[in-house]
């Protein structure tokens, strides 16, 4: 089998634009050089790749300034440096059985080491969360709220514009906890304003929705918050040199250590090819619009084969990712045979989701998860619909 039809875009999406690819050749031939090291043309030219992204994802995210937006090694790498760069011994934090492995995590180590104490917010079995149930676990000292925008099981989309207006409602802008977003499965397909959702700290990786390469993320953080925020990994940055003390100055304080520019400078290309086509808030618009149908195709396929249960299917389609399960066939065998027999990709097993399967009725070995990205054809589509059928005979 030859054919590859590649269904695993809430991992990473394939195939990366040429002009990507193209970008970081060019870069790493022609400039190969770090930013803030230097006062030579090449060096000044990396710096400027890199405050010119900052812009573009400023931009995206509705954010006031560039200053706001820190570059890490992916979103698992920003939302570890959010929560432990701001969290305090004694705080808690309220957070969702909806979240990837990249915040649960982190939390049931800070949690466990008796530096916070947190509540998890259950969720129905469509794998949504109620604004009602989120307020009510808000506690006295109640720091944080983490909450993912898409669950990156089964594309349910959470109301981060309705909680984020809830909390200001209750509490004011200036006294309201602290709010954290994490976009992995939204960043470049779902319109996203920091400023409507009044979010004080959003995190994504770059290769998914933002076209990127592997190994890109940033992290948002809102102005006020960034003498809050503390480094969690040390070294050169460039700048005070003479101290050995951590420059204080949000973001050159987290970003110790020679930038991956040569990935960022395809990151750059990659939204850049969007933006430059239309203003980003239309790009996201058409995103959004293909990502819906391309949902409703997905689903409406799945929803025809006998012997396939779809599996906390969303009250409303926004993301083309859905969850299911076979009759009689564990889901990492199913995978295997849509690899090997029909050329199809697709993931099996919890997803790096620990929580969520409880919810939406998940076998114990998790589930068969399809997710579409922006080369997604109806006519893959319907060669999986076909496959899942034969196999289901």
Same mark, same amino acid.
């Given at each position: 089998?030859?054919?590859?039809?590649?269904?695993d875009?809430?991992?990473t999406c394939?195939?990366?634009? #040429?002009? %990507?690819?193209? !970008?970081?050749h =060019?870069?790493? *031939?022609?400039?190969?050089?770090? &930013?803030g090291?230097?006062?030579y043309?090449?060096?000044?030219?990396?710096?400027?790749?890199?405050?010119?992204?900052?812009?573009?994802?400023?931009?995206?995210?509705?954010?006031?300034?560039?200053e706001?937006?820190?570059?890490?090694?992916?979103?698992?790498?920003?939302?570890?440096?959010?929560?432990?760069?701001?969290?305090?011994?004694?705080?808690?934090?309220?957070?969702?059985?909806?979240?990837?492995?990249s915040?649960?995590?982190?939390?049931?180590?800070?949690?466990?080491?008796?530096?916070?104490?947190?509540?998890?917010?259950?969720a129905?079995?469509?794998?949504h969360?109620?604004?009602?149930?989120?307020?009510?676990?808000?506690?006295?000292?109640t720091?944080?709220?983490?909450?993912?925008?898409? #669950?990156? %099981?089964?594309? !349910?989309?959470? =109301?981060?514009? *309705?909680?984020?207006?809830r909390? &200001?409602?209750?509490?004011g802008?200036?006294n309201?906890?602290?709010?954290?977003c994490?976009?992995?499965?939204?960043?470049?397909?779902?319109?996203?304003?920091?400023?409507?959702?009044h979010?004080?700290?959003?995190?994504?990786?770059?290769?998914?929705?933002?076209?990127?390469?592997?190994?890109?993320?940033?992290?948002?953080?809102?102005?006020?918050?960034h003498?809050?925020?503390?480094?969690?990994?040390?070294?050169?940055?460039g700048?005070?040199?003479?101290?050995?003390e951590?420059p204080?100055e949000?973001?050159?304080?987290f970003?110790?250590g020679?930038?991956n520019v040569?990935a960022?400078?395809?990151?750059?290309?990659?939204?850049?090819?969007?933006?430059?086509?239309?203003?980003?808030?239309?790009?996201?618009?058409?995103?959004?619009?293909?990502?819906?149908?391309?949902?409703?195709?997905l689903y409406?396929?799945?929803?025809?084969?006998?012997g396939?249960?779809?599996?906390?299917?969303?009250?409303?389609?926004?993301?083309?990712?859905a969850?299911?399960?076979?009759?009689?066939?564990?889901?990492?065998?199913?995978?295997?045979?849509?690899?090997?027999?029909?050329?199809?990709?697709?993931?099996?097993?919890?997803?790096c989701a620990?929580?969520?399967?409880?919810?939406?009725g998940?076998?114990?070995d998790?589930?068969?998860?399809i997710?579409?990205?922006?080369?997604?054809?109806?006519?893959?589509?319907?060669c999986?619909?076909?496959?899942?059928?034969?196999?289901?005979?």
């Amino acid at each position: 089998m030859n054919r590859r039809i590649y269904l695993d875009h809430a991992a990473t999406c394939f195939p990366k634009p #040429s002009i %990507v690819l193209d !970008a970081m050749h =060019s870069f790493s *031939t022609s400039v190969e050089a770090a &930013v803030g090291r230097g006062v030579y043309r090449s060096s000044q030219n990396s710096s400027e790749i890199v405050s010119r992204l900052r812009r573009e994802i400023a931009n995206w995210i509705d954010a006031k300034t560039a200053e706001e937006i820190s570059f890490h090694a992916g979103g698992t790498e920003a939302i570890n440096t959010a929560l432990f760069g701001i969290l305090r011994p004694g705080d808690h934090v309220v957070t969702t059985a909806v979240e990837h492995n990249s915040v649960l995590r982190p939390l049931h180590h800070l949690a466990d080491t008796k530096v916070i104490n947190w509540t998890v917010v259950p969720a129905d079995s469509h794998g949504h969360i109620s604004a009602d149930a989120i307020l009510q676990a808000i506690q006295p000292h109640t720091r944080m709220i983490a909450l993912v925008h898409a #669950s990156n %099981v089964n594309g !349910a989309v959470q =109301s981060i514009d *309705t909680i984020g207006k809830r909390l &200001v409602e209750d509490f004011g802008e200036s006294n309201k906890p602290i709010f954290l977003c994490d976009a992995a499965q939204t960043f470049g397909h779902l319109r996203l304003s920091v400023t409507d959702s009044h979010l004080d700290v959003l995190a994504a990786p770059g290769h998914k929705g933002g076209r990127g390469p592997l190994g890109t993320g940033f992290l948002y953080v809102r102005r006020e918050l960034h003498c809050q925020i503390r480094p969690t990994v040390f070294g050169g940055t460039g700048t005070h040199s003479e101290s050995l003390e951590m420059p204080r100055e949000y973001p050159v304080s987290f970003e110790a250590g020679n930038m991956n520019v040569p990935a960022l400078a395809g990151w750059l290309a990659g939204i850049r090819s969007r933006s430059q086509k239309s203003s980003a808030r239309a790009a996201l618009k058409e995103s959004s619009e293909s990502m819906k149908t391309l949902a409703t195709e997905l689903y409406g396929r799945l929803r025809e084969v006998r012997g396939v249960r779809v599996i906390g299917e969303p009250h409303e389609l926004f993301l083309p990712v859905a969850s299911i399960a076979i009759e009689g066939l564990p889901a990492s065998d199913a995978a295997m045979i849509l690899d090997t027999e029909f050329g199809i990709e697709v993931r099996s097993g919890l997803h790096c989701a620990a929580l969520i399967h409880e919810w939406i009725g998940s076998p114990p070995d998790g589930t068969l998860r399809i997710s579409c990205g922006e080369s997604t054809t109806l006519q893959e589509l319907d060669c999986l619909a076909d496959a899942l059928k034969e196999i289901c005979e």
